[in-house]
């Protein structure tokens, strides 16, 4: 009976049963001069996981004093500005929009906020949550400014734990060493956050939050394991963006599909001019932006540790010379460009590991950033 009852159990796969089509726009224009952007696609079903780009629109920043911004398509559905600007702290900008089907978009009137320089980044070692880098904005009792957004850019040093300045080639039908000729060994990284991290300082009975955490790192990720640097940026930001953005963060806390509390449409401050009806997704942000660097290392915090675990264990192994049913061979493996040379056993055969245990242009590159310091 059972087994009877296993058996008449189907998959369930979720899927949208009522979907509505809506433009979607994505844009914060800062006071940082420099080529703003818009980005814009359509709302897209829960099963098709991938937006669909809104592409052939004219796109255009109006400020109050008749200043118009066009706005080109540089790759699908992202829209750049012509020329660098930046928004003027105390005057109000308007994003419009008019699609290639003829409908037109307009978003209110939004007043670009009072610039507040970063506060100090720090950086500790925590045993909260299994133990990690925990990265802070310091903030002053004197701030004045209610609203802040913050964003990173995080760049990490990566080595490679077996690069070998030689390398395996064949010379004919002889499987030969010699010397390597790229150097694969150093490699750097940049991972730009995803996540929405706000904060309202004025929610405090100090008006004041000391600091605030704008990034935690688990202490073994392999991104620390060397040097680290992130770049922190606060946005300082309307009432109106704030309360849009908290909303977005309230909606993705949670990653149960099948919660009870799933979020309906919530307005932005974008509208349809053709037709009132219809429900526009996004927000048109202005803000002003500062930032800051920060660098470390990991035995910074733990001098007496092991560094963190590689994105791979690095065995070495040796194939086979001629292939076979059971495993490629050293050739087919070369071929496809998955090992790297490692040394050679004392049988006289090579072992090779996997290339990104010798090769670190796997996970980054080899070129130095230019902010980079040791």
């Known amino acids: 009976m059972l087994a009877f009852l296993a058996g008449c159990v189907e998959s369930f796969e979720p899927g949208t049963e009522v979907f509505e089509d809506a433009l979607v726009i994505e844009s914060t224009i800062t006071d940082e001069m420099g080529r703003q952007e818009v980005v814009l696609s ?49 005057r109000s900008y308007q994003l419009l929009i008019t699609t290639s089907s003829g409908d037109e978009y307009a978003s209110e009137q939004v007043v670009a906020p009072e610039r507040f320089p970063i506060g100090e980044i720090s950086a500790g070692a925590t045993e909260e949550n299994g133990g990690g880098i925990d990265i802070f904005v310091d903030y002053e009792p004197s701030q004045a400014a209610k609203y802040f957004r913050y964003k990173y850019e995080e760049t990490y040093k990566i080595i490679a734990p077996d690069w070998n300045s030689q390398m395996l080639a064949f010379e004919g039908p002889v499987l030969v060493l010699k010397a390597r000729i790229l150097d694969e060994k150093t490699c750097f990284n940049t991972n730009l956050s995803q996540n929405i991290n706000i904060n309202n300082p004025r929610l405090t009975t100090s008006n004041s939050v000391p600091r605030f955490s704008v ?15 992130i770049l922190v940026k606060q946005l300082v930001l309307t009432e109106a963006s704030y309360n849009y953005f908290e909303q977005l963060q309230e909606a993705n806390e949670g990653d149960d599909v099948f919660s009870p509390s799933q979020p309906g449409f919530f307005r932005g401050n974008v509208f349809s001019v053709n037709k009132p009806e219809e429900n526009v997704l996004g927000f048109f942000h202005v803000a002003s932006i500062s930032s800051e660097r920060l660098f470390f290392d990991y035995v910074d915090f733990y001098p007496e540790e092991a560094l963190p675990p590689y994105v791979d264990k690095c065995f070495p192994f040796v194939p086979p010379l001629e292939p076979n049913e059971e495993e490629p061979s050293i050739g087919e493996l070369m071929d496809a460009n998955a090992i790297r040379y490692h040394s050679i056993t004392a049988t006289g055969k090579f072992a090779v ?3 990104v245990c010798g090769d670190c242009t796997v996970l980054g590159s080899t070129e130095i950033p230019e902010f980079w310091e040791e």
């Open 353 to 355: 590991v996997p290339r």
């Open 215 to 229: 990034r935690f790192i688990q202490k073994d990720n392999y991104i620390i394991s060397h040097r680290y640097s």
């Open 42 to 90: 359509r709302a897209f079903r829960f099963e098709e996981f991938v937006p669909e780009p809104e592409q052939g629109a004219k796109v255009m920043v109006v400020d109050d004093s008749g200043n118009e911004f066009a706005f080109e398509e540089t790759t699908a559905g992202r829209y750049t500005s012509n020329v660098d600007f930046a928004a003027e702290q105390g």
